[in-house]
């Protein structure tokens, strides 16, 4: 029986690579966006040509109601659940100096960023613990996608820091609670990944990329870079490191002379 895969913000950049990944790998795939189903219908159509059964929820992680007829649309439809993959993330409107930054922007982005996510895997681990204890074949897993930004400050976006910041301790906790029912968690800090999120700074990063070498590996990470390790995680190939972190970031974080 095939399994079913949740990606949240999978409409494009690395959700959807990750998405495409596992569809690819024998996976149908709950593919979960705020845009109307016409943005994300050439998504849909790659991974239906992947031969997957695609079901797309139109809902925002924020929000209590869209998570809960989310969970009960893949119910309805798959009538279970393998693999969450907790990708949906939002950077400020504004990039504001942490002295000046304002409250809004702090509980839009963790709202989004942390909240949604910490409440979304509290209701799916819920779920699998119910397979799991209906079926001890159960195999599910969690990922939460976050950031380098979870250890490297950056003072003109604090509220995406801090959000990162939660969500690997979020890591940690599901790992340690769900350690009982053999359901790992994982988490992967990606870098400077080339995707809408970092259009807005593209000549900055290439400044820093190719001109001052802040890489260790010379390029721009891809979202590809990210599916492989996800699609690794899913795959149970390193199932005895619940709680572990994969960073994919062409080596910024290496500590050099």
């Not at 074949?137 to 990922?143: A, K, L, P, T």
């Amino acid at each position: 029986m095939r399994k079913t895969a949740l990606v949240t913000g999978a409409g494009r950049g690395i959700g959807f690579a990750i998405a495409e990944k596992l569809a690819a790998e024998g996976h149908d795939i709950v593919l979960m966006d705020i845009h109307e189903e016409s943005v994300v219908a050439e998504a849909i159509q790659r991974l239906e040509s992947a031969a997957a059964t695609v079901l797309y929820q139109r809902a925002d992680v924020s929000s209590a109601e869209d998570r809960a007829d989310m969970l009960a649309a893949v119910k309805a439809r798959f009538g279970r659940l393998d693999v969450l993959v907790n990708n949906a993330g939002v950077a400020p409107r504004v990039r504001a100096d942490i002295l000046e930054a304002s409250e809004d922007s702090y509980e839009w982005v963790m709202k989004i960023n942390l909240q949604g996510p910490y409440f979304l895997t509290q209701a799916v681990a819920n779920w699998m613990i119910e397979q799991k204890q209906a079926n001890a074949d159960f195999d599910g897993c969690i990922i939460n996608i976050a950031s380098m930004s979870s250890g490297v400050a950056s003072p003109s976006r604090g509220e995406y820091c801090v959000s990162k910041a939660g969500m690997s301790m979020m890591t940690q906790l599901f790992a340690v609670r769900l350690g009982e029912f053999e359901i790992p968690v994982y988490e992967i800090r990606p870098g400077i990944i080339k995707t809408d999120m970092t259009a807005v700074v593209t000549e900055k990063y290439d400044r820093l990329i190719f001109e001052e070498g802040i890489l260790v590996q010379s390029r721009w990470g891809l979202p590809e870079d990210i599916a492989k390790a996800a699609a690794m995680m899913v795959r149970g190939d390193i199932g005895y490191s619940t709680g572990q972190i994969i960073t994919i970031d062409g080596g910024f974080t290496l500590p050099r002379l």
